[in-house]
């Protein structure tokens, strides 16, 4: 099995582009925007990926994998944001459950264009391109009985920050995003997960599905003194 790691560019970067981050949403019309669940504003892109991410079909051609953030409000990127999409702390032993989570991944339509909220902040947009992980890294990647590597990657095992979670079979790990990398690519990126990792888990069901709700998006940060959330 090929391991990736994920890289960040403003044109293209790797073997070519097979998603984007920042920038705004192809959904097909307005209506179809996501509204955040505490404060009821248009959320946030964050990244999107189509079928050309996977290594074997997965999405329709005519489909997009949209990731939205809460806005962030007058804090801006804090930790106090970083906690609204953080994963609960699940009692042990307790799977994650998908309802405790602000963040939604969204499988919809592709537009022709990109929409704008009007209403919405947006991150500066960049392409999302795939490269060999080096033979170093491949080490470390498997090196480790539970952890991956850290870095920004396309599949393979989570780099966990804090405690492991139990996440349904149900799900599976495409992505894992680390906002150093994010941060490298513009500093506009820097605090978004405060200073910790993304993980970007898939529907087993998504070739069922027609639309709506596919995934699952949180973050884990590093534990400061008396913090024992994950």
């Known amino acids: 099995m090929s391991y990736s790691k994920i890289l960040f560019g403003s044109v293209y970067c790797g073997t070519g582009s097979v998603g984007r981050i920042g920038g ?17 504003l ?11 991410f996977f ?14 953030l809460p806005q962030p409000g007058a804090e801006g990127f804090s930790p106090t944001y970083a906690d609204r999409i953080r994963c609960g702390a699940a009692e042990q032993g307790a799977y994650l ?7 939604k991944v969204l499988l919809h339509e592709k537009s022709a264009s990109e929409l704008r909220h009007p209403s919405s902040l947006y991150l500066p947009p960049g392409e999302i391109g795939l490269s060999p992980m080096t033979d170093e890294e491949l080490d470390r ?12 990657k396309q599949f393979g095992r989570e780099h966990w920050l804090n405690d492991p979670l139990r996440i349904s079979p149900r799900y599976h790990l495409i992505a894992q995003l680390n906002e150093a990398d994010l941060a490298a690519f513009d500093p506009a990126y820097r605090g978004i997960f405060n200073g910790g ?5 898939l529907d087993y ?3 069922k599905l027609q639309g709506g709700e596919a995934g ?6 590093p534990k400061k003194e008396a913090d024992s959330g994950g």
């Open 141 to 152: 990647e498997i090196a480790d009985e539970v952890n991956g590597i850290e870095i920004s």
């Open 97 to 103: 459950e998908p309802e405790n989570l602000s963040a």
């Open 24 to 40: 705004g949403a192809r959904l097909n019309a307005l209506p179809a925007w996501p509204i955040g669940g505490e404060d009821g």
């Open 42 to 52: 248009p959320m946030l892109p964050l990244v999107r990926l189509g079928s050309e």
């Open 197 to 201: 990792i993304g993980y970007l888990y």
């Open 216 to 221: 699952l998006f949180f973050i884990q940060y």
């Open 55 to 68: 290594a074997i079909p997965t999405i329709s051609e005519d489909f997009m994998l949209t990731v939205f």
């Open 205 to 207: 069901r998504i070739k």
